[in-house]
Antibody, heavy 119, light 107 residues
Framework: EVQLVESGGGLVQPGGSLRLSCAASGFTFSDYYMDWVRQAPGKGLEWVGHTRNKADGYTTEYAASVKGRFTISRDDPKNSLYLQMNSLKIEDTAVYYC??????????WGQGTLVTVSS | DIQMTQSPSSLSASVGDRVTITCRASQSISSYLNWYQQKPGIAPKLLIYAASRLQSGVPSRFSGSGSGTDFILSISSLQPEDFATYYCQQTYSTPRTFGQGTKVEIK
């Protein structure tokens, strides 16, 4: 059974940093692109970015709203995905979802972890 | 960036109704269009991929159509469990943008 479990969310002050983790199981993690998607309270879905798989060079891409502040990384032997968030802004407040990405869409999602940026 | 525009933003319908939601891309995305369903407090679920292909386990009352810039999600006979918010997403290019969502409410 595919499972994605996020952790690391919490309350942080503007300008602060936070690192989210996603533990994956039930599939060959190294074969897949992995995406982060977020959802601000009461709002729609926003794609944050992704990391490609080993075959495609582990390259990353980001939404303009987070580029230069957020970094996506992965540790394939640990079946783990990470999102390092720096210089956090109030507008980064959201539930952050870890997702498994295929050419056919985001087929598995974690339960999400809430990040609140507030003073 | 490719902009995705859904319409309507919300709709009210009754159980048994046929419902259609449209999604328009700001440029051609071929068939790189997916649909998701989200219920309150729960992660989204993939319904349709590649514009018209039903994800495994999704009821056949859901269907998708379209290519290029215009896409449709249809629910042939709305069931109580279908009241939710629906999002389209393009995977033609990055950033992989979502539509703003369509909330399907009970009439």
């Amino acid at each position: 059974e595919v499972q994605l479990v996020e952790s690391g969310g919490g309350l942080v002050q503007p300008g602060g940093s936070l690192r989210l983790s996603c533990a994956a199981s039930g599939f060959t993690f190294s074969d897949y692109y992995m995406d982060w998607v977020r959802q601000a309270p009461g709002k729609g879905l926003e794609w944050v970015g992704h990391t490609r798989n080993k075959a495609d060079g582990y390259t990353t891409e980001y939404a303009a709203s987070v580029k230069g502040r957020f970094t996506i990384s992965r540790d394939d032997p640990k079946n783990s995905l990470y999102l390092q968030m720096n210089s956090l802004k109030i507008e980064d407040t959201a539930v952050y979802y870890c997702t498994r990405a295929r050419a056919t869409g985001l087929d598995y999602w974690g339960q999400g972890t809430l990040v609140t940026v507030s003073s | 960036d490719i902009q995705m525009t859904q319409s309507p933003s919300s709709l009210s319908a009754s159980v048994g109704d046929r419902v259609t939601i449209t999604c328009r891309a700001s440029q051609s995305i071929s068939s790189y269009l997916n649909w998701y369903q989200q219920k309150p407090g729960i992660a989204p679920k993939l319904l349709i991929y590649a514009a018209s292909r039903l994800q495994s386990g999704v009821p056949s009352r859901f269907s998708g159509s379209g290519s290029g810039t215009d896409f449709i999600l249809s629910i042939s006979s709305l069931q109580p469990e279908d009241f939710a918010t629906y999002y389209c997403q393009q995977t033609y290019s990055t950033p992989r943008t979502f539509g703003q969502g369509t909330k399907v409410e009970i009439k």
